[in-house]
């Protein structure tokens, strides 16, 4: 079996030779762990050209090549150069470290972390989220419009337009507790990812999205000069995402038209004197603590933008592979949390990387968490960290861990059973019953209910399970879905079994669609409207009512005008997912509010309980781990070889495997010719042939068409004979010899020449890269060659 194999192979065309390649390979033999990696066998290539030789010597001095080796101790390394195909990749000089850097750790499944990986010299951005949460400080276009008195008031000059007026003039002083005059009346920036915005986009190889709402920044990247990456989604998240992006320009088109053209580039409200004036706590949302994450605003991009960045999108299923560049293979596997979202192994020549994100093993929708296939990787990075907003007790964390890993099946289909009717499974479950039943109690007491929309799979789950509560109470209560891509989304989730879970599936094989707004649909039971403007709902609405519909920032799209219209009726009820925005900053525009606030928090992430017994079981080499949860979770040594903890904002760096694989044809490999060397421990044989990489492996592809007529290749050597000893070696099988030296200049390559006159006559010329034996029969060269080769193994 071949471990660790390097291979220099002979060039065809020496002008095709290049001073940049050669220096390339000189660095990379000068490394010391990559000539230790050389544990079992090294193929060179001896079949010398004088021209060959000569250019290498002009270019880069080929000769240093030979003196650096042998003055460290290693071995002199002879060759003309690597033979790179035009119908296949060629090799690629992989680094011996990894690195990763943290760039947000995110806050929540609305704002997934992100991350970029360098992976052999390959930049990997690992999502590209917004974070929407920093629409807080804004005021919402009702909260402005009705602001608009109580700034004549305060005598604001009646000339200036509407967007003009960014920060009310009486604003002096901070406030200690906000309030709806404090907000920023201005069309709103969007914030991308902190020091993101740092690198250069050119310099990113490869965007991996994860989840629907990791792609709603990439439009911002892909618009960027210089990008030119590789991004690759699932095929569900590419599309949700799309959905959500268009949704959300359509939604801030409002804002546009209300607030109207600025004057200039930068608006006023990001002028120091009135970032001063807005209060510390929403000053922070949207800079950051120190004001460091100014540079990641940006107005928000166009629908053109949005069509350019979905062009650019290459669509993959789960577990389909792709290969990027030859050198790096990419998978996608189910993470359970969302329709799409994925979990990624990126699979290179020094070893396998795993990324865990967002991941959950209650999946009742969508397919279940496939953490099989990221089993034995040589590094995982797990950057799921939503499991820190779990409220779950890990007192008893250390014996469950255990009971836990026991049993954790090895199928991950396996794993949906196991959990189906545990106890987080039933608390989901539970928690929409309660939704449901505080719903009902609104409508029954003559309010309405309002629920803005955030994840997907939740938002289903209670449309149906809304809709399930009003048939057993006996009444007819409209439902309006709001949205501007309502109608395709509802569409489209009905066309996607393969990325559902087996319950879903299991409808479809009975006759039945998969989620039951479809039948809702045609009862007529839900109505479907692009925008609260539509004709439709305003001439057949009636009271009460239930309304979904987005945006779950409370800042913008229809929610701002029901809520503006509902906000002081006691009878009504918002519901809202817990964990995405404080409630005290998300109702500020619509205080005082009357209306009743439910606010619900889900099963977040793979839970703390779990995260431990999960990792035992998945059992990397090397684990990357957020520093954050060091003080809920340890790891024994014995069953974690290496455990690095990252931080936000700070580079770690991981060393690869040692060494890689060749791929060589079995045949053709046991007819080598190897000369061992006992000293180094290694084995040693002259191939001439092709090395190519494909599909993150190195392939040998032999040439057999060159070989002396007695079947064998000639010998090889990292050293050149010493004459004394070779002299010596002749006399001792009966050959008389004698040296004649030769001056050495730019066209020669030979140092001196042995002649042999008894009982064989030939001439042998030692050069600075090469030993040449020429006689009149192939019986007296083999005899001598046996004597060179004596010598040259230090026998």
């Known amino acids: 079996m071949l471990h660790s194999l390097f291979s220099i192979l002979e060039l065809h065309s020496a002008s095709t030779l290049s001073s940049s390649f050669i220096t390339l390979l000189m660095m990379m033999i000068h490394r010391t762990p990559l000539l230790s990696s050389f544990e079992k066998i090294t193929l060179l290539c001896l079949h010398h050209r004088s021209e ?91 909260t402005a419009f009705y602001a608009l008195p109580s700034l004549e008031e305060d005598k604001v000059d009646a000339n200036n337009d509407v967007g003009s007026m960014a920060v009310p003039a009486k604003r002096q002083k901070i406030e200690n507790q906000p309030d709806n005059k404090t907000l920023i009346f201005a069309e709103p920036w969007y914030k991308t990812v902190m020091n993101l915005h740092l ?76 970032v001063e004036k807005i209060p510390s706590v929403l000053r922070e949302i949207i800079l950051g603590k120190d004001g460091t994450e100014l540079g990641g605003l940006r107005p928000l991009y166009s629908e053109a933008d949005v069509n350019d960045c979905v062009l650019k999108i290459q669509k993959l299923k789960y577990a389909e592979e792709v290969c990027y560049n030859g050198i790096l293979v990419i998978k996608a596997f ?33 397919a279940a968490f496939d953490y099989q296939s990221l089993q034995g990787t040589d590094t995982l990075i797990y950057s799921d ?135 809702l649909l045609d009862d007529k039971k839900i109505h479907v409207l692009p925008n609260i403007h539509s004709e439709k709902f305003w001439m057949h609405s009636r009271e009460p009512c239930i309304v979904f519909c987005s945006h779950w920032s409370l800042r913008l799209g229809p929610v701002v005008h029901l809520l503006q219209r509902w906000h002081k009726d006691p009878k009504s009820l918002l519901i809202l ?65 290496s455990v690095l903890y990252y931080s936000e904002g700070k580079t770690s760096k991981v060393s690869c495997k040692d060494g890689f694989e060749l791929k060589i044809p079995a045949t053709p490999a046991s007819n080598f010719y190897w000369n061992a060397f006992k000293e180094q421990e290694i084995n040693l044989a002259r191939v001439n042939g092709e090395l190519i990489i494909e599909n993150a492996r190195y392939h040998l592809l032999l040439d057999n068409t060159e070989k002396n007529s007695n079947g064998r290749t000639n010998s090889v050597s990292f050293r050149k004979p010493e004459l004394e000893k070779l002299l010596a070696t002749f006399s001792n099988f009966g050959i008389n010899a004698s040296v004649e030296h030769q001056k050495m200049n730019s066209e020669s390559q030979i140092q001196c020449l042995i002649h042999t006159a008894d009982p064989y006559k030939a001439v042998i010329e030692i050069g600075t890269s090469s030993v040449v034996i020429t006689t009149a029969g192939e019986n007296v060269a083999s005899h001598l060659y046996k004597a060179l080769d004596s010598v040259l193994k230090g026998n």
């Open 334 to 366: 189910s993470s359970g949390v969302e329709m799409g979202s994925c979990n990624w192994i990126l699979d290179s020549p020094k070893g396998d990387v795993g990324y865990l994100s967002n991941s959950s093993f209650i999946s009742s929708q969508v």
């Open 52 to 142: 060959l030789h000569s250019q290498a010597k002009k270019e880069c001095n080929f000769s240093s090549l030979l003196s650096l080796s042998q003055a460290r101790g290693d071995f002199a390394v002879n060759f003309c150069s690597l033979f790179a195909s035009h119908s296949h990749k060629p090799l690629f000089p992989f680094s011996e470290t990894m690195e990763f850097t943290c760039l947000s750790k995110g806050r929540g499944s609305h704002f997934p972390p992100c991350h970029i990986l360098n992976l052999g010299g390959i930049k990997i951005l690992l999502d590209c989220p917004l974070d929407l949460s920093a629409l807080t400080p804004f005021s919402p276009v009702t």
């Open 385 to 519: 960290f939503s499991s820190l907003n779990s409220t779950e007790d890990v007192k008893d964390e250390e014996n469950e861990s255990v009971q836990l890993a026991d049993k954790l099946p090895m199928s991950s289909h396996g794993l949906v059973g196991l959990y189906h009717n545990a106890k987080e499974d039933s608390e989901e479950m539970e928690k929409l019953a309660f939704i449901c039943s505080c719903a009902i109690e609104s409508i029954k007491g003559g309010g309405s209910v309002f629920i803005p929309i955030n994840q997907f799979g939740i938002f289903l789950q209670l449309l149906e399970e809304v809709s399930k509560a009003i048939d057993a109470s006996a009444m007819k209560v409209p439902i309006y879905i709001i949205s501007s891509v309502a109608e395709d989304l509802l569409a489209y989730l009905n066309i996607v079994p393969e990325w559902l879970s087996r319950q879903r599936q299991e409808r479809l094989f009975d006759g039945e669609p998969l989620f039951d707004h479809v039948k």
């Open 577 to 641: 997912e817990g964990g995405v925005n404080p409630p005290q900053l998300a109702l500020l525009p619509f205080k005082p509010m009357a209306m009743k606030v439910l606010q619900c928090h889900f099963q977040p992430g793979i839970g703390l309980r779990r995260v431990r017994s999960l990792l035992e079981t998945l059992q990397p080499k090397t684990l990357l781990f957020p520093e954050e949860f060091r003080p809920h979770i340890s790891f024994p040594s014995e069953k974690f070889r």
């Open 199 to 274: 690198w250069n986009p050119s310099f990113i190889d490869v965007v991996l999205i994860s989840s629907p709402m990791g792609i709603l920044g990439l439009p911002f990247l892909t618009q960027m000069k210089g990008f030119s990456a590789k991004i690759y989604a699932t095929e569900v998240s590419a599309r949700l995402g799309e959905l959500v992006m268009r949704d959300l320009v359509s939604m801030h088109k409002e804002l546009k038209q209300f607030y109207g053209p600025t004057e200039t580039d930068f608006p006023v409200w990001l002028r120091q004197e009135e």
